[in-house]
C-alpha cells in the first residue's frame, strides 16, 4: 500500500476505530459459540456430525484468508474492511437456518471464509496503526477481540436463558453488529496501493519468515483450544467438581486471557516482544505443570489461570511480527493467521484422542511441552525483524501535529 501522510488525530482516530472493529469481530464469534447447542439440536446431528460440521470453519478460512490482500489492494483498505466485516456480521445467521448436516457444512464454511478476510484485514491495519504510532498495540486490539466475545457470549447467554430461537437472536445480533461495524470502518486508515505497485496473487504461500512465526503461534493457539474446550471437562472427570465450578475455570481462563491482552501493550513496549514471549512462555509452562499435579481443584484452576496469562499476548505478537516481516503484510498475516487456524481446529481433537488412549493429565502434559516450546522458539520473533517496538516511517514522522 502507498505510504502517504496522517496526522496524529488521524492515526489516534484510526487505532480507536480498529479496535471497535476487533470487539464487533468477537462479538459474532462470542455470540454464535452460545448457541451451537440449538443449532445441534435443530439440524439434528450427533456430536460427531456436529465436530465435523464445524471444522468446515477453519477449513473455509483456510482458503478465503490469502484473498484478503488482494481484496484490499484491488479497493483500498477502508473499503475492503467495510465489505468484509459487513459479510462476517451478516454471515451470523447462516448456521441458524441449516436444517442438516450438509447445509450446516456450507453455512460454516461461509461463515469460516468471511471470519478469516475480515480477520486478516483488520490485523493488516492494526499492524499499520502500530508502525505510525510507533508502539505495540496488537495485543490492545486482540484484547478488544476478547472483550468482544465475553458481550457477544454474555447476550448469547440470556437469550439461551429465556429460550429465544436461535434465528431470531442471530438476525437481531447481525443487525447491531452491522451497523456497529460500518460506523466503525468510517474511521479506519483508508490506505491505497501505489500506482506502480503490483497487486499480491489471488493465492501464495506464505513466506518462511511467516511459516516460523505462524510455528510460535500454533504452540500458543494449541494450548487457548485445549484449555478453552477441555478445562471444565478436566476439572469434572479428574477432580469430580460440580458443574457450575468447572464452568467457572473456563470463564476465568477467558477473563485472564482478556485482562492480559488488554494489559499486554504497556508490558511489550517496556521489556519487547522477545522476552515478553519467553516469559509468557515460562508461566504458561508452570500453569500446565500445575495442571497435570493438580489434586485439587483450586490447583487446577491456578493453573489454567497462569496458561491463560502466558499465552494471551503471543498470538497478536505473531500477527504483529508477520506484519513487519516483509513487503506484503496481508500475504504474511494470511500465513500466520492459517497455521493457527489449523492449530485452534486440531487441538480439541487431538486433545480428546490422547485423552482417549492415556488421559486427561498425558494430554496437559502434551500442552505443557507445547507452551514450553514458546519460552523456547521466541527468538523466532526477533529473527523476523520485529522486536516489539514498531518504527515510525520517515513519512509518517515527518508529519506535523495539526494542533497549536
Not at 357 to 372: E, H, I, N, R
Request: net charge neutral.
Amino acid at each position: 500500500m502507498g505510504d502517504v501522510g496522517h496526522t496524529r488525530d488521524e492515526v489516534r482516530r484510526a487505532r480507536y476505530a480498529v479496535a471497535a472493529v476487533f470487539a464487533v469481530h468477537g462479538a459474532v464469534t462470542g455470540s454464535f459459540a452460545t448457541r451451537v447447542p440449538w443449532i445441534q439440536e435443530h439440524a439434528a446431528l450427533s456430536a460427531g456430525q456436529l465436530g465435523f460440521a464445524l471444522a468446515f470453519t477453519a477449513f473455509g478460512a483456510s482458503c478465503a484468508m490469502p484473498l484478503a490482500g488482494r481484496i484490499s489492494h484491488r479497493f483500498g483498505s477502508r473499503t475492503a474492511l467495510r465489505g468484509l466485516m459487513t459479510l462476517w456480521t451478516l454471515s451470523l445467521v447462516l448456521p441458524s437456518l441449516a436444517p442438516n448436516l450438509y447445509t450446516l457444512c456450507l453455512a460454516m464454511f461461509a461463515y469460516g471464509a468471511t471470519a478469516g478476510m475480515a480477520d486478516v484485514a483488520m490485523n493488516a491495519l492494526g499492524v499499520e496503526v502500530e508502525r505510525l504510532l510507533g508502539k505495540s498495540i496488537m495485543s490492545g486490539l486482540h484484547g478488544m477481540w476478547s472483550a468482544g466475545a465475553l458481550i457477544g457470549s454474555a447476550a448469547g447467554t440470556l437469550a439461551a436463558h429465556l429460550g429465544s430461537d436461535a434465528r431470531l437472536h442471530f438476525v437481531s445480533a447481525a443487525a447491531v453488529l452491522t451497523l456497529f461495524g460500518l460506523l466503525a470502518c468510517g474511521w479506519v486508515l483508508d490506505l491505497q496501493p501505489a500506482e506502480d505497485e503490483e497487486p499480491p496473487p489471488r493465492f501464495a504461500l506464505p513466506p518462511r519468515s511467516a511459516l516460523l512465526i505462524g510455528a510460535v503461534g500454533f504452540c500458543a493457539v494449541f494450548a487457548e483450544g485445549a484449555s478453552l474446550d477441555w478445562s471444565a471437562v478436566f476439572l469434572r472427570d479428574r477432580l469430580d467438581t460440580s458443574a457450575g465450578l468447572a464452568a467457572a475455570s473456563t470463564t476465568g481462563f477467558m477473563l485472564t486471557m482478556a485482562v492480559a491482552r488488554i494489559a499486554g501493550d504497556a508490558v511489550v513496549n517496556r521489556f519487547g516482544a522477545v522476552r515478553t514471549v519467553r516469559a509468557g512462555g515460562v508461566l504458561a509452562g508452570l500453569g500446565g505443570l500445575l495442571i497435570v499435579v493438580a489434586g485439587h481443584p483450586a490447583v487446577a484452576m491456578a493453573g489454567f489461570a497462569l496458561m491463560g496469562l502466558g499465552i494471551a499476548v503471543v498470538v497478536p505478537l505473531c500477527f504483529a511480527a508477520a506484519g513487519h516481516a516483509g513487503p506484503n503484510p496481508s500475504q504474511a498475516i494470511a500465513g500466520v493467521a492459517t497455521i493457527t487456524y489449523t492449530s485452534g481446529l486440531i487441538a480439541p481433537s487431538l486433545i480428546g484422542g490422547v485423552a482417549q488412549a492415556t488421559s486427561l493429565v498425558v494430554s496437559f502434559g502434551v500442552v505443557t511441552v507445547l507452551a514450553c516450546g514458546l519460552a523456547v522458539f521466541a527468538g523466532v520473533l526477533r529473527t523476523a525483524g520485529y522486536a516489539g517496538r514498531a518504527q515510525v516511517s520517515p513519512q509518517a514522522a515527518a508529519v506535523p501535529d495539526p494542533r497549536p
